[in-house]
């Protein structure tokens, strides 16, 4: 299997405040990375996929880099409705494997 | 964002069989591949198992002995199969549908249903 590790579990910041979420792969995944939003009670939501791609609908404050092994989520300004949790997921074997979690809360 | 449902018993016991189907928009079915994924209790989220167009079924080594997907296309629905259920199957079971960034390329999952929250207990 391959692992995802993401860091820090739990983040503290403010609105207005750029964050940056960590996630690494125990082997390279090439570009093959999304990340999800996720609200309590609520599914996760695609916001990246293809590492850096961001999806239809998604804020521009969001924005994704990284390829083989390390990657980066960023949020440029956080707005109030970005309080949640952030999954990264590696989708280049089909044993698809998911990162345990950061939970971006208020300051 | 596509509109997927999930549907099963909210409460199984121990050692009983979980069925669980997912409704998805009429006449995608066989265009999409999808999957199931589950999340106990404050937990991460754990992928269980997919159903390719092709009709191959790929499963998570850590239940493949127990778990069987399978599709019904004349209700636009798919369906996860999971046997000898245990306290730690317990959790919120999501369905999700994959997409693919361009030809050839892995796929991700792009829609999710809102997850149905299975409880397992005597």
């Known amino acids: 299997d391959i692992q995802m590790t993401q860091s820090p579990s739990t983040l503290s910041a403010s609105v207005g405040d750029r964050v940056t979420i960590t996630c690494r792969a125990s082997q390279s995944i090439s570009s093959w990375l999304a990340w999800y939003q996720q609200k309590p009670g609520k599914a996760p939501k695609l916001l990246i996929y293809?590492?850096?791609i961001l999806e239809s609908g998604v804020p521009s404050r969001f924005s994704g880099s990284g390829s083989g092994t390390e990657f980066t989520l960023t949020i440029s300004s956080l707005q109030p409705d970005d309080f949640a949790t952030y999954y990264c997921?590696?989708?280049?074997?089909?044993?698809?494997?998911f990162g345990q979690g950061t939970k971006l809360e208020v300051k | 964002q596509v509109q997927l449902q999930e549907s099963g018993p909210g409460l199984v016991k121990p050692s009983e069989t979980l069925t669980l189907t997912c409704t998805v928009p009429p006449g995608s079915i066989l265009d999409y591949c999808w999957s199931w994924i589950r999340q106990p209790a404050g937990k991460g989220l754990e992928w269980v198992g997919r159903l390719h167009t092709s009709g191959n079924t790929y499963y998570n080594p850590s239940l493949k002995s127990r778990v069987t997907l399978s599709v019904s296309t004349s209700k636009n629905q798919f369906s996860l199969r999971l046997t000898s259920i245990t306290a730690a199957d317990t959790a919120v079971y999501y369905c999700?549908?994959?997409?693919?960034?361009?030809?050839?390329?892995?796929?991700?999952?792009?829609?999710w249903g809102p997850g149905a929250l299975v409880t397992v207990s005597s």
């Open positions: 997921q590696q989708y280049n074997s089909y044993l698809y494997t």
């Open positions: 999700a549908r994959e997409r693919r960034s361009g030809p050839g390329e892995p796929f991700f999952f792009d829609s």
């Open positions: 293809k590492a850096s």
